[in-house]
């Protein structure tokens, strides 16, 4: 499969198999469904208070669609829901989340459940930057809100999944490929020996395609289909951050990247592709790519591990039952 003549076709915004590229926003995928389709939609996202979460928001927002917000601020996302509410057709709710905590999860969860929808799109969009080991909770925070708490919600909303088919799109990153040398550091993650930062995001980025593959592999005769994707290079206050605190490999992933920066519009657009677009289900070859410019680009020997996709899975299962 292509990549869209990387990197040549990237700075210039080639168009891919899918009809779309680098310089396309959310609002070319959307330009291109059919009108009033998506409306229908109910859609829950999480991280959608700034920089591609919320621009995502806004637009799911565009097409109407029934969308409701995990926010660890949940003022600060009621503000915003009632400002794109004024603005569009679509009804926002906003539920607390903090995915750090798995009891909050939990009582999320609840809370989603008592509203009786039926869920179409989910996107597990929060994250947090590289960032130092948390010696107060004495936990790698990365792999736990990235991943295994998305890994919790989402298991615990199988049921309220729509029945005709529904979509979980895990919004992952290139720098996969900079984890740890055993890619997942079983009975280690939440050790502080030999922490490093980037490996910690890293692996929480290479757990979300291992997942990815096996629950799509898992899911597929229930009609959900999951999806990895890789927003690209984007500017904003949470990259800036992780910038300074990655030291000089920030740094020189900033410079040698900078020609490849995109807009926050064109950086929702790939995760908007595998919501809505019907496209995206013909590239969806579960261990063989994963989603960027919003076309499938291969991934690396590791990330097609079953084994090491299985144990994931189970590792992730237990912590589960745990937080039950």
């Known amino acids: 499969m292509p990549r869209c003549w990387w990197p040549i076709g990237h700075l210039r915004g080639w168009l891919g198999p899918s009809g779309f590229g680098s310089k396309s926003s959310w609002r070319d995928v959307i330009a291109d469904l059919d009108p009033g389709s998506a409306s229908r939609n109910c859609v829950l996202i999480t991280g959608a208070t700034a920089g591609i979460g919320f621009e995502t928001l806004k637009a799911f927002c565009s097409t109407g669609a029934t969308v409701v917000v995990g926010a660890r601020d949940e003022a600060r996302a009621k503000a915003l829901a009632c400002e794109l509410m004024s603005k569009t057709t679509s009804i926002v709710r906003v539920l607390r989340l903090d995915l750090s905590c798995s009891k909050s999860v939990h009582a999320f969860v609840d809370a989603f459940l008592a509203l009786n ?80 930062s980037v490996k910690s995001y890293a692996q929480s980025k290479l757990a979300l395609l291992l997942w990815t593959r096996y629950q799509g592999e898992a899911l597929r005769e229930r009609g959900v289909q999951f999806f990895a994707v890789h927003p690209g290079s984007v500017a904003t206050q949470g990259s800036a951050r992780a910038r300074k605190s990655s030291g000089w490999r920030g740094a020189l992933l900033h410079c040698v990247g900078a020609p490849f920066v995109k807009s926050v519009e064109c950086g929702a657009a790939t995760t908007i592709y595998c919501a809505l677009h019907p496209g995206a289900s013909m590239y969806n070859r579960f261990g063989e790519y994963y989603f960027a410019s919003c076309n499938p680009r291969g991934v690396r020997e590791i990330s097609r591990d079953a084994t090491l996709a299985r144990r994931l899975v189970e590792y992730a299962a237990r912590e589960l039952d745990a937080s039950a």
């Open 117 to 196: 929808l039926k869920l179409t799109v989910l996107v597990n969009n929060a994250g947090i930057m590289p960032c130092p080991f948390d010696a107060d909770s004495h936990r790698d925070l990365a792999f736990h809100v990235k991943f295994l708490n998305h890994f919790v919600l989402t298991q615990l909303l199988l049921e309220s999944f729509d029945p005709a088919g529904a979509r979980v799109v895990n919004v992952t990153s290139e720098v996969y490929r900079f984890s740890y040398p055993e890619g997942i550091r079983f009975g280690k993650i939440d050790d502080d020996r030999a922490y490093d």
